[in-house]
């Protein structure tokens, strides 16, 4: 297979006789719940979502709308090769009667890149079984078999684990299909059981294939190492839920930056390191920055303090150089809401002193008081979110009714028969919502701005 940078493939799949015709509209049922128009932007199309978002639906109804088009579930075919085939008394005989295929060097150097294994042969058939699950995929009524020899010992399918044997099936697939050209492919997840350094291999070896095809090949997937290629191309979309349908955002959407930021995590290199005053302040801006700004939650590291005077103490002596280095984070310092007379004095002494200062701003209120109130007004969202019954933790509210806001939180995780973090988490989460239905959400955000720790 060619190694050439991702990027110069996707060009060259634009501007390849399939990519003249794209973006392409496909319109589907609109009594499926999914968005009725999906505008694929590239030739090659990742679509990514969270789990039961309804990706592989997606990938049903466009399948049905593009005619001719083939879909193909990789996880179902790999369960079919290692169970139900794969336990046949017949298979030797199989190998032994059935002569083995041609196969290209770019299809035997895919495979080999795909699993990290320099193999020393391998050997590929194509055995006749009657309702093989592979006939409306490749034009007959046949099932692979794959043999391989590595460090002197053969080995066959059947004692593969299920990334070898998922590298050799979709390269087979691939390399097998009949008349393939110009037929539209679906894969649902082709890279579930491979490991992070062969995912990118398959990024290579969808984009080859779809330039040799002259065909769209469109990708349901779970795997950053895809859906980065995808993004960097502007060649995916994400499904996410609004409410009680679905929604498409395309790689022109201002909001797909943020949405990617908050569905995947820190997957970045850290930027900032956010100081806060104890363990709730802590909980409640990882929540809050994950919710309000997801792009400066994902380049973010989060510590939390033993009170508001460690971290004016150290806010205090930690000088911010006027020229920040190359490779130095950055530090903020977020306090507790009800400490608005002490940050208020303390930036006003440092506003008379020589030398910059690192961002110190409030949260948008008293951690505890935020997560008791808000839970108390919504008690089952909370014990959903706990996976306890909502009778069961109105019960322990009655109970501790009246305690002051810490000692109330400190309560509910000492007895709410959940581990302290998570119980923190949700909380902390019912609190952010809170926040967010009343505009305390916009208004923190507006704070980090005017601490240029984000964009206004």
């Given at each position: 297979?060619?190694?050439?940078?991702?990027?110069?493939r996707?060009?060259?799949?634009?501007?390849?006789?399939?990519?003249?015709?794209?973006?392409?509209?496909?319109?589907?049922?609109?009594?499926?719940?999914?968005?009725p128009?999906?505008?694929?932007?590239?030739?090659?199309?990742?679509?990514?979502?969270?789990?039961?978002?309804?990706?592989?639906?997606?990938?049903?109804?466009?399948a049905?709308?593009?005619g001719?088009?083939?879909?193909?579930s990789?996880?179902?075919?790999?369960?079919?090769?290692h169970?139900?085939?794969?336990?046949?008394?017949?298979?030797?005989?199989?190998?032994?009667?059935?002569?083995?295929?041609?196969?290209?060097?770019?299809?035997?150097?895919?495979?080999?890149?795909?699993?990290?294994?320099?193999?020393?042969?391998?050997?590929?058939?194509?055995?006749?079984i009657?309702?093989?699950p592979?006939?409306?995929?490749?034009?007959?009524d046949?099932?692979?078999?794959?043999?391989?020899?590595?460090?002197?010992?053969?080995?066959?399918?059947?004692?593969?684990?299920?990334?070898?044997l998922?590298?050799?099936?979709?390269?087979?697939?691939?390399?097998?299909?009949?008349?393939?050209?110009?037929?539209?492919?679906?894969?649902?997840?082709p890279?579930?059981?491979?490991?992070?350094?062969s995912?990118?291999?398959?990024?290579?070896?969808?984009?080859e294939?779809?330039?040799?095809?002259?065909?769209?090949?469109?990708?349901?997937s779970?795997?950053?190492?895809?859906?980065?290629?995808?993004?960097?191309?502007?060649?995916?979309?994400?499904?996410?839920?609004?409410?009680?349908?679905?929604?498409?955002?395309g790689?022109?959407?201002?909001?797909?930056?943020?949405?990617?930021?908050?569905l995947?995590?820190?997957?970045?290199?850290?930027?900032?390191?956010?100081?806060?005053?104890d363990?709730?302040?802590?909980?409640?801006?990882?929540?809050?920055?994950?919710?309000?700004?997801?792009?400066?939650?994902?380049?973010?590291?989060?510590?939390?303090?033993?009170?508001?005077?460690?971290?004016?103490?150290?806010?205090?002596?930690?000088?911010?150089?006027?020229?920040?280095?190359?490779?130095?984070?950055?530090?903020?310092?977020l306090?507790?809401?009800?400490?608005?007379?002490?940050?208020?004095?303390?930036?006003?002494?440092?506003?008379?002193?020589?030398?910059?200062?690192?961002?110190?701003?409030?949260?948008?209120g008293?951690?505890?008081?935020?997560?008791?109130?808000?839970?108390?007004?919504?008690?089952?969202?909370?014990?959903?979110?706990?996976?306890?019954?909502?009778?069961?933790?109105?019960?322990?509210?009655?109970?501790?009714?009246?305690?002051?806001?810490?000692?109330?939180?400190q309560?509910?995780?000492?007895s709410?028969g959940v581990?302290?973090?998570?119980?923190?988490?949700?909380?902390?989460?019912?609190?952010?919502?809170?926040?967010?239905?009343?505009?305390?959400?916009?208004?923190?955000?507006g704070?980090?701005?005017?601490?240029?720790?984000?964009?206004?």
């Amino acid at each position: 297979m060619r190694i050439l940078p991702v990027q110069r493939r996707w060009a060259e799949l634009r501007s390849s006789e399939v990519g003249r015709d794209f973006p392409r509209t496909v319109l589907i049922d609109s009594s499926s719940g999914l968005p009725p128009v999906v505008e694929l932007p590239t030739p090659l199309t990742l679509i990514f979502g969270l789990n039961g978002v309804g990706k592989t639906r997606l990938l049903g109804q466009i399948a049905a709308s593009m005619g001719g088009a083939k879909l193909v579930s990789l996880h179902n075919l790999v369960n079919y090769l290692h169970t139900a085939f794969g336990i046949r008394t017949d298979v030797a005989e199989f190998i032994e009667e059935t002569s083995p295929l041609s196969i290209s060097n770019e299809h035997l150097s895919a495979v080999r890149d795909l699993v990290r294994r320099d193999y020393e042969e391998i050997r590929w058939y194509a055995v006749p079984i009657m309702d093989s699950p592979f006939r409306e995929l490749v034009g007959d009524d046949v099932v692979p078999i794959f043999v391989v020899r590595h460090g002197g010992v053969e080995y066959d399918f059947r004692t593969m684990g299920l990334g070898e044997l998922s590298a050799h099936l979709l390269a087979w697939l691939l390399s097998y299909s009949r008349d393939s050209r110009g037929v539209p492919l679906l894969l649902d997840e082709p890279e579930a059981f491979l490991p992070p350094p062969s995912r990118g291999v398959v990024l290579n070896y969808l984009l080859e294939a779809a330039i040799k095809r002259q065909a769209p090949i469109i990708v349901a997937s779970h795997s950053l190492e895809l859906i980065r290629g995808g993004l960097d191309a502007e060649s995916a979309l994400l499904l996410t839920e609004t409410g009680n349908s679905t929604a498409l955002i395309g790689p022109t959407s201002q909001d797909l930056a943020d949405q990617v930021a908050g569905l995947f995590g820190r997957s970045v290199d850290s930027e900032w390191l956010v100081l806060c005053e104890d363990e709730c302040g802590y909980v409640l801006a990882y929540e809050a920055l994950r919710r309000f700004a997801p792009q400066l939650w994902q380049r973010s590291n989060f510590l939390w303090c033993k009170g508001y005077g460690d971290i004016e103490t150290i806010w205090k002596h930690l000088p911010r150089p006027p020229v920040k280095p190359e490779g130095l984070v950055n530090f903020a310092f977020l306090a507790d809401g009800d400490m608005v007379d002490e940050v208020t004095a303390a930036t006003k002494r440092a506003s008379g002193e020589a030398g910059m200062r690192w961002p110190l701003i409030l949260l948008p209120g008293d951690p505890d008081e935020l997560m008791k109130n808000a839970a108390e007004a919504n008690v089952g969202l909370l014990a959903d979110r706990l996976n306890i019954s909502e009778g069961e933790l109105s019960g322990l509210f009655m109970r501790i009714r009246g305690r002051e806001p810490h000692n109330w939180v400190q309560d509910v995780v000492d007895s709410s028969g959940v581990e302290r973090q998570p119980t923190l988490r949700a909380l902390a989460h019912s609190a952010v919502l809170e926040l967010e239905r009343s505009g305390g959400g916009k208004e923190f955000r507006g704070v980090l701005a005017a601490a240029k720790m984000v964009r206004g």
